[in-house]
């Protein structure tokens, strides 16, 4: 017998479907214990009997950040009719978008954009849905849709964040360090270092600075060298020799 009709026949009916581990703080609710381990059929049943659907795992990620990730449609469908909270974030201040879009999962993050998904959001890490696309597969879908939606696709990793932040290191590993949060990379300059090569056609319509230069100075180009992509180097070249904006 399938696992979920054997748990709805099963489910005690007055069984508190919300309870948590007494012992662990912040433990998984049922429902996203089915997520996370792809039990679907379980997740709808527990839908039904009024699982909150809003709660969070321990790694602070909600029902829905777990099904977009794996990018079962019919659960976030059901999950975004139960009201599930689209710009919700994990820990890591990753929305459902962004996780969707870092896993190439193209029809969940048209659904979600189609449900008011800020494309806009940057996780903590400063990047948003448009620069995690790129670390993804197949991106392209995933891209073409999150430029549809307006997404900026100039935006910069950790551009809003400070230069330079002073981390404490205990006495005995040396007393403070500097560290920067970010290269201050776009959507662009991680394609090329990726070597996605339609992506990057879609990001240069859509009018990508091909001359963008992150923290140390190198822009594109020089990462589509350096990583070996000549094909992604003639592309980048061609479109650096056209000028702004192709002009």
Known sequence: ??????????????????????????????????????????????LEA??????????GHTALIEAAGRGNLAMVQALLAAKAGVTARGTGGAT????????????????????KADVRAEGNDGKTALMSAPAGGPP????????AAEADVNAKQGA???DQVTVLIPPQNGGPKWVTPSDKVTALMLASQNGHLEVIQALLAAKADV?????????ALMLALQN???????????????????K
């Open 228 to 246: 070996n992509h000549p094909e992604v180097a003639k592309l980048l070249t061609s479109a650096i020799a056209a000028g702004p904006a192709g």
């Open 1 to 46: 017998m399938a696992t979920w009709r054997w748990f709805k026949r099963c489910w005690p009916t007055k069984a508190d479907v919300n309870a948590k581990r007494a012992d662990v703080d912040g433990s998984d609710t049922a429902l996203t214990l089915a997520c996370s381990a792809s039990h679907w059929e379980v997740a709808r049943v527990l």
């Open 140 to 147: 392209l879908e995933v891209m073409q849709a999150l430029l």
């Open 96 to 115: 459902p978008l962004i996780i969707a879009s870092e896993r190439g999962r193209a029809e969940v993050v048209r659904l979600l954009l189609t449900a």
């Open 50 to 59: 009024g699982a909150n659907v809003n709660a969070m795992t321990p790694t």
């Open 211 to 219: 001359n963008a230069r992150q923290r140390d100075g190198s822009a």
């Open 160 to 162: 809003n964040s400070f």
